[in-house]
């Protein structure tokens, strides 16, 4: 599958020196870990609120397109902070990550919303 051909390169980023001075400190894990879940809550945050309008328990006297319209920014934002802050938590500890079920899970549907979310019709 496309996960062997990927382990190389895999095991290339996490035995760079940045990756091994990233993966040393808890400390940076900690408060990148920490900007992902600011991240999560950007994005999560954008996302019920254009969903509570859609269901008219959020301004009800908006436009469902202007709520979407004003949530995009916020939305992007966050999916920018979690792409930049996981990019980096990965390659602190790549090898490690890797090779783990959920984190493959994570990024099949992290492609496939990315995907879809994308496509205009």
Do not use: C
Not at 25 to 54: D, E, K, P, Q
Not at 106 to 121: C, D, F, G, N, Q
């Amino acid at each position: 599958m496309v996960w062997t051909i990927l382990l190389p390169y895999v095991t290339w980023l996490g035995n760079t020196p940045f990756a091994l001075w990233l993966g040393q400190s808890t400390w940076r894990i900690a408060g990148l870990l920490t900007v992902h879940l600011f991240g999560l809550t950007f994005l999560l945050g954008a996302v019920l609120l254009t969903n509570l309008r859609l269901l008219g328990l959020f301004q009800r006297h908006r436009d469902v397109a202007a709520v979407r319209r004003d949530m995009a920014p916020v939305m992007l934002l966050g999916l920018l902070l979690m792409l930049a802050s996981g990019l980096l938590i990965f390659t602190g500890g790549a090898e490690a990550y890797f090779v783990g079920y959920w984190f493959r899970l994570k990024m099949m549907l992290l492609v496939i919303v990315i995907a879809v979310s994308t496509t205009r019709k």
